[in-house]
């Protein structure tokens, strides 16, 4: 069974510009979360996304958006970079947002 | 508000000894709590997962327990090995944000 692929892996932005990043969870799985990770503050919560629906929003300005498509794959976007999105960008997949969620090797990205 | 707590932040021990990994969390209405273990600039990959109904959980060297009614679960490894090596990051689930709440990690490393 394939994992969650996460791509692209590394992205080089610079301020001011926007950026995609694209989340396959594992087949049959409908809930989407994806995370931000860096060094000063952990892992956060960034959204979740179950059979196109986001169910929840963590506290992240309006930059940050997402959204599902039918076949369960996520895109997450931020616009107008800031030197502070530079981090880790992490998805989950499970089954129903509550039980065990598998992650991807995430999106590296550095915004310059 | 459900907090996290991991307690060392990081652990050095030499190879072969048994070692126990702390977790804490404020809440005890909790789904479950899930055990995962981060190389660096890697993503996460999922170690163990305890059901709030359940008492433990063994994978080969790896035994977590969670005790909802103190807020407390462990990950005990066993016999260590280098390749322990990375840091270990517990969350926990409720059933009605569809978030994991996190740890801030233990960094773990085992010297040969």
């Known amino acids: 069974k394939a994992g969650v692929t996460q791509t692209p892996r590394y992205l080089i932005k610079t301020r001011g510009q926007q950026v995609t990043l694209s989340c396959s969870p594992i087949s049959g799985h409908r809930s989407v979360s994806w995370y931000q990770q860096t060094p000063g503050q952990g892992l956060q919560f960034l959204f979740e996304?179950?059979?196109?629906?986001?169910?929840n929003k963590g506290n992240f300005p309006g930059r940050f958006s997402g959204r599902q498509f039918s076949n369960s794959r996520s895109e997450m976007n931020v616009s107008t970079l800031e030197l502070g999105d530079s981090a880790l960008y992490l998805c989950a997949s499970s089954l129903d947002g509550v039980n065990e969620q598998f992650f991807g090797p995430g999106t590296r990205l550095t915004v310059l | 508000k459900q907090e996290v707590t991991q307690i060392p932040a990081a652990l050095s021990v030499p190879e072969g000894e048994n070692l126990v990994l702390n977790c804490s969390f404020t809440d005890s209405a909790i789904y479950n709590l899930q055990w995962f273990r981060q190389d660096p600039g890697k993503g996460l990959t999922s170690l163990l997962l305890i059901q709030s109904s359940q008492r433990e959980q063994t994978s080969g060297r790896l035994n977590a327990s969670l005790d909802k009614s103190s807020g407390r679960s462990t990950l005990y490894i066993a016999a260590s090995q280098p390749g322990d090596s990375a840091t270990y990051l517990c969350a926990v689930a409720t059933n009605s944000n569809y978030q994991l709440i996190w740890g801030a990690g233990t960094k773990l490393i085992i010297k040969p």
């Open positions: 996304y179950f059979s196109e629906t986001q169910r």
